[in-house]
Each structure stands twice: as C-alpha cells, then as structure tokens.
C-alpha cells in the first residue's frame, strides 16, 4: 500500500475513528490525539499489516489501544478532582442515551458502540477486541439491556 492508498483509506474512515475515540474517551482534546497518534501508528507500523482487507480493523484496534495508553496515563497524572469535563455530546445526540452510554462500561460501551454506531459485523469486533464471537454477541446484548433499564428508569 503506498502513501496515496493509505491516506485515502484513513480519510474514508476518519469520522468513524473519532466517533469510536469519543466512546472510549472523554475530552476533546485526547479524543483528536488518540486518532492522530493512531493513524501515525499504522503509517509507521504498515509493513505489519498482513492482508490489506483487514486496515480498518488493524487500525481500529491500533486506536483502541491508543486510547487505553491515553487512559492510562491520565489514571496516573490528573487528580481526581482536576478530572476534565466530559466531551459534549454531538448537537443532534439525546443528551440522557449519551449520558447513559457513556455510564456503560468499557467492556459493555465499547463493543455495543462499533456495532451499533459503527456498523461493525460481531465477527469483525471479535478479530479487533480479542475475544470470542459469542462474547460479542452478549455484551452488545447486556449493553442494550441496561441502556433500555436506565432509560426507562429516568423516564420516570
């Protein structure tokens, strides 16, 4: 892949990796790093990549371990109390779904986020996760559970 296909494969997928950013991480500003980083990640490490119908996984899976470094790190260095804000949801997002996403785990959050706003196949999230197919499938299922539970809750 040379440096043409590469860009034109990022940029085809560039609004899904910062709405996958924006599921895993809070602030604005680590959300455009983890990308960022992410993207230079795949450049540098593109002689890797084993079979080039699988960049978007490879790359998914390269910014979510970006995002988990960029987690990491701020578990270390920010004091509870300096925490940022979270990041504002999209203008057209419900404001309680977002809030209730966000709530969710990161095991729940994250698989029910590349499935259902993503578009991800189960398959296609169990290759970039790590785990089985069938764990997938109960995640994405537990995540909707509790998201209609707390919703209909708040309804109330």
């Given at each position: 892949?040379?440096?043409?296909?590469?860009?034109?494969?990022?940029?085809?997928?560039?609004?899904?990796?910062?709405?996958?950013?924006?599921?895993?991480?809070?602030?604005?500003?680590?959300?455009?790093?983890?990308?960022?980083?992410?993207?230079?990640?795949?450049?540098?490490?593109?002689?890797?990549?084993?079979?080039?119908?699988?960049?978007?996984?490879?790359?998914?899976?390269?910014?979510?371990?970006?995002?988990?470094?960029?987690?990491?790190?701020?578990?270390?260095?920010?004091?509870?109390?300096?925490v940022?804000?979270?990041?504002?949801?999209?203008?057209?997002?419900?404001?309680?779904?977002?809030?209730?996403?966000?709530?969710?785990?990161?095991?729940?959050?994250?698989?029910?986020?590349?499935?259902?706003?993503?578009g991800?196949r189960?398959?296609?999230?169990?290759?970039?996760?790590?785990?089985?197919?069938?764990?997938?499938?109960?995640?994405?299922?537990?995540?909707?559970?509790?998201?209609?539970?707390?919703?209909?809750?708040?309804?109330q």
């Amino acid at each position: 892949m040379d440096k043409q296909e590469f860009t034109q494969r990022v940029l085809a997928v560039e609004g899904r990796l910062y709405r996958i950013s924006r599921g895993m991480l809070r602030n604005a500003q680590d959300q455009m790093d983890a990308v960022q980083e992410a993207v230079l990640k795949a450049w540098q490490n593109l002689n890797r990549l084993r079979r080039e119908e699988y960049f978007e996984t490879w790359l998914t899976r390269i910014l979510i371990n970006e995002c988990h470094n960029i987690l990491s790190a701020r578990r270390r260095i920010v004091p509870l109390e300096r925490v940022p804000e979270r990041a504002a949801p999209a203008a057209d997002a419900n404001r309680a779904l977002y809030e209730a996403v966000m709530a969710l785990d990161e095991a729940l959050r994250l698989p029910l986020l590349l499935n259902c706003v993503e578009g991800y196949r189960m398959r296609e999230i169990a290759r970039i996760l790590h785990i089985p197919e069938g764990t997938v499938k109960s995640r994405v299922a537990r995540a909707r559970r509790k998201l209609r539970e707390e919703l209909e809750e708040g309804e109330q």
